[in-house]
């Protein structure tokens, strides 16, 4: 049983060193961290060729980075980390739209307006193989609406 185990993590080792050219990001971005602000949400519109699932995920500037839901609980907006985003063939997967974004959390440097911050998803095809898809989102600067709130003030 050991035995098995092993063969099959160095087999997905191998696997994941590829990167996968059937996989398109588009249009990934997020917003600049307030002071204090140590997490972030990222966004993107991914295109799988072939059915497959978005099932982990890595950010250079975040210690932990995870898959996200966002679901309204009455007046609440709850995040949930989920263990796979589904990525159907050929179709356009726009994460925000879908209710769903990519967490990096434990921010180990402020996230700036104007610069970008990488990614790597790990998309799990319907054969069990995993590759690694690049991300490279832009930062936004924060919030238009919490700016336009804030209109009187200048
Ligand atoms: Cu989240």
């Not at 994941?16 to 990934?28: G, L, P, Q």
């Not at 679901?71 to 263990?83: A, C, I, S, T, Y």
């Given at each position: 049983?050991?035995?098995i185990?092993?063969?099959?993590?160095?087999?997905?080792?191998?696997v994941?060193s590829?990167y996968?050219?059937?996989?398109?990001?588009?249009?990934a971005?997020?917003?600049?961290?307030?002071?204090?602000?140590?997490?972030?949400?990222?966004?993107?519109?991914?295109?799988?060729?072939?059915?497959?699932?978005?099932?982990?995920?890595?950010?250079?500037?975040?210690?932990?980075?995870?898959?996200?839901?966002?679901?309204?609980?009455?007046?609440?907006?709850?995040?949930?980390?989920?263990?796979?985003?589904?990525?159907?063939?050929?179709?356009?997967?726009?994460?925000?739209?879908?209710?769903?974004?990519?967490?990096?959390?434990?921010?180990?440097?402020p996230?700036?307006?104007?610069?970008?911050?990488?990614?790597?998803?790990?998309?799990?095809?319907?054969?069990?193989?995993?590759?690694?898809?690049?991300?490279?989102?832009?930062?936004?600067?924060?919030?238009?609406?919490?700016?336009?709130?804030?209109?009187?003030?200048?």
């Amino acid at each position: 049983m050991k035995r098995i185990l092993m063969t099959s993590v160095l087999a997905m080792t191998a696997v994941t060193s590829a990167y996968a050219s059937d996989v398109n990001v588009k249009d990934a971005w997020s917003r600049a961290t307030a002071p204090g602000q140590d997490s972030a949400m990222v966004q993107a519109v991914i295109t799988s060729k072939k059915a497959a699932k978005l099932v982990s995920v890595a950010c250079k500037d975040a210690a932990t980075s995870e898959l996200h839901s966002m679901v309204m609980e009455g007046d609440l907006m709850k995040m949930r980390q989920v263990d796979a985003i589904e990525l159907p063939a050929g179709k356009a997967v726009d994460l925000g739209e879908a209710g769903y974004h990519l967490m990096l959390m434990g921010l180990k440097k402020p996230l700036e307006a104007g610069k970008k911050t990488n990614c790597e998803m790990i998309v799990r095809g319907a054969d069990g193989k995993d590759s690694k898809v690049q991300v490279i989102a832009k930062i936004k600067p924060l919030a238009e609406s919490a700016q336009a709130e804030h209109h009187h003030h200048h």
